[in-house]
């Protein structure tokens, strides 16, 4: 029998095109409801760096998975701690908190439901149970999503 193992993610040209189709929808806030724009500050030059991501919806929460393993934007979101998500003209400010496999198996699994395009890129699948996504938890970083505490002034 053959042991088949989730492929690694390459930036080829058809993914660069389809990042830049996906982000210009989102930007005029047309396209899939369920995908924002995701801006993350370099962790070494401090340059903005933007993508289309998947915000996921999950018991109530939301999350953010990298379904193609460790990225650059997960690099920048473990540094920070924070990013801003947006869609058309609306833009928000968020915490980021990465959560262990415990918690973020449950995640995964539903993301992989929801994803399909993804799937190739996980060794669990569809219909496993959560203990096979926690297992490869550590190749698939979940963060949670909370919105920043906006401080004003109340001048008092």
């Known amino acids: ?7 690694t993610y390459r930036q ?11 982000s210009r929808a989102v930007s005029l806030g047309i396209g899939p409801s369920y995908y924002v724009l995701l801006t993350t500050r370099g962790r070494r030059t401090g340059a903005e760096r933007t993508i289309p991501i998947r915000l996921m919806k999950h018991d109530g929460r939301e999350w953010l998975v990298a379904p193609y ?3 650059d934007w997960v690099h ?13 003209r609306r833009s928000r400010q968020v915490v980021l908190n990465e959560v262990p ?3 973020a ?3 995964l699994a539903a993301y992989v439901r929801k994803e399909p395009v993804t799937r190739p890129f996980f060794d669990a699948k569809v219909g496993d149970a959560v203990s096979a996504f926690e297992a490869e938890a550590d190749r ?8 920043a505490q906006v401080s004003g002034g109340s001048g008092a």
């Open 105 to 107: 198996a449950p995640v």
């Open 1 to 7: 029998m053959i042991d088949l193992v989730a492929r």
């Open 76 to 88: 920048n979101a473990r540094a920070a701690g924070a990013a801003v998500l947006r869609r058309g």
């Open 69 to 71: 393993g460790v990225r």
């Open 101 to 103: 496999a415990s918690v």
């Open 140 to 147: 698939h970083p979940v963060f949670a999503v909370t919105n």
């Open 12 to 22: 080829h040209l058809i993914r660069r095109v389809g990042n830049v189709v996906i």
